[in-house]
């Protein structure tokens, strides 16, 4: 191995350390990028290429080979992540829905249907009370408004949970738009990938926009991937595939036309998505939480407030003059649009003894308005009803809120464990920064002896 072979190892070892502190470089200028992944050079050393019988043993190896610039990464810390920040979206998005559907009852509170029902029970012990016919008329109308008032009540409550149902509904559609996009720019960033690696350079950086992609759908959809060859993937929702390679699948919404009362009645007619025209069931991720609160949350609290609408108007009409005519009606006139607790109205309107029949036939016993007054202390009374439900609802929302936090705090976890393996740390890359300058300096100094070195051979010897 000639002197000039040194020469080639010596520029061979500059190339190497200028190489590292450019990708250095890369790292310190990235430390603050969303998403970015840490990178490395790999170096390898060169083979002695001297063969044959006249190899030589006393020569060292010829130099340092870049094998190429590495992304640090961790495939399983990576897919954690993605499952853990997914369970957050899923568990955040429940606690959400639950802790609105606890909002709009509005319970504890003056307007709730608690008080609402107090006050109603109150008014027909007041009446059973009254003397004289001035007190009796003004006992029956506030019996009619505060009866009213519970219908009123229910119909709001009833109101807004629909208009929560369509908002989920809505977001959903936005979601699978947003699906179909994400999908179809990780298609798009496999080709490019595929390209920059036959071409021979570096795809990196489109590696980090891609598993960018993947993150958020990880987070909309529970989705999860296959590493395929060149640095692609394939991503599956469920068992279906939406991205393969370069091509990606549609995504789509179905039942766009079910109503909340066709899922409330549970007619099995409900909201769902599919990939082409396979039908999938999101693992976790937001949307596994917005198809729960359209398909099974609100339409099992509406059914709450119906079954607490219908109880209302069995027990006091079989209490009201004598179960033969009715005081409250809780049938829908429309009952594709309409339930129960929408429809309750109050059917007796005025107060005089022919309208208003609150005592046995031919007395003035007020049995009816005695009877109904007694309802709160009877089993199965829609006050008792009522409670059992707020508190079953207060109980899952403060669950789904503890849950939430939980998984928050696992997803944190996962993304320390992800910055722990693929993040930039300044201080280790400015101690790279020097070792690679040092490198550089002495490969410098190795090729500067080298050349004096061959000054004197060349230009002294003999001399």
Do not use: C
């Not at 006249?54 to 190429?68: H, I, T």
């Not at 993947?214 to 394939?234: F, I, K, P």
């Not at 607490?308 to 108007?313: D, E, P, Q, S």
């Not at 005592?359 to 003035?364: E, H």
């Amino acid at each position: 191995m000639s002197t000039f072979s040194g020469l080639n190892t010596t520029s061979k070892a500059l190339a190497a350390a200028q190489r590292a502190m450019e990708v250095t470089g890369q790292n310190i200028a990235n430390a603050n990028t969303t998403g970015y992944t840490r990178q490395r050079v790999e170096l390898t050393s060169a083979a002695i290429t001297e063969t044959g019988r006249n190899a030589r043993r006393d020569v060292p190896g010829s130099g340092v080979d870049v094998v190429g610039i590495d992304r640090v990464t961790d495939a399983f810390v990576d897919a954690t992540r993605r499952q853990d920040v997914a369970l957050s979206a899923e568990a955040g998005t429940a606690s959400t829905i639950w802790t609105t559907v606890e909002g709009s009852l509005g319970e504890p509170g003056s307007g709730s249907l608690t008080s609402r029902l107090t006050d109603m029970y109150n008014s027909w012990g007041d009446l059973s009370n009254a003397q004289g016919s001035d007190a009796v008329t003004a006992a029956r109308a506030t019996v009619i408004a505060r009866s009213q008032a519970v219908a009123d009540t229910l119909s709001t409550v009833d109101g807004q949970l629909q208009g929560q149902w369509f908002g989920l509904k809505d977001q959903i559609g936005a979601l699978a738009v947003e699906v179909n996009e994400t999908a179809a720019r990780i298609a798009e960033l496999n080709t490019s990938i595929v390209s920059a690696k036959v071409q021979g350079s570096s795809a990196n950086e489109l590696m980090d926009k891609r598993d960018q992609f993947v993150s958020r759908l990880a987070e909309l959809t529970g989705a999860h991937v296959v590493q395929r060859d060149l640095g692609t993937v394939d991503v599956y929702i469920g068992n279906a595939t939406l991205v393969s390679g370069a091509i990606a699948e549609t995504f789509s919404v179905t039942g766009a036309g079910v109503t909340f009362q066709q899922v409330k009645g549970g007619t099995g007619e409900q909201v769902g998505v599919q990939i082409g025209k396979t039908t999938v069931a999101p693992a976790s991720g937001k949307l596994k939480a917005l198809l729960e609160g359209v398909n099974s949350t609100l339409p099992g609290v509406a059914r709450r407030l119906d079954e607490v609408a219908t109880t209302i108007a069995d027990q006091v009409n079989a209490n009201y003059a004598g179960g033969t005519t009715p005081f409250f009606s809780a049938t829908p006139a429309d009952p594709s649009s309409r339930g129960p607790a929408s429809s309750l109205k109050v059917l007796v309107t005025g107060t005089s003894d022919a309208e208003f029949q609150d005592s046995s036939a031919g007395s003035v016993d007020r049995a009816s308005a005695k009877a109904i007054a007694r309802l709160p202390e009877t089993d199965g009374s829609p006050s008792k009803v009522w409670r059992g439900s707020v508190t079953a609802i207060a109980t899952a929302s403060q669950a789904a809120e503890n849950r939430a936090a939980m998984a928050a705090d696992v997803a944190l976890k996962s993304d320390a464990a992800r910055e722990s393996v693929s993040g930039v740390s300044i201080d280790e890359e400015m101690t790279n920064l020097v070792a690679f300058q040092h490198a550089y300096a002495a490969a410098a100094r190795v090729f500067t002896a080298i050349d004096e070195a061959l000054d004197i051979l060349i230009n002294r010897t003999g001399a």
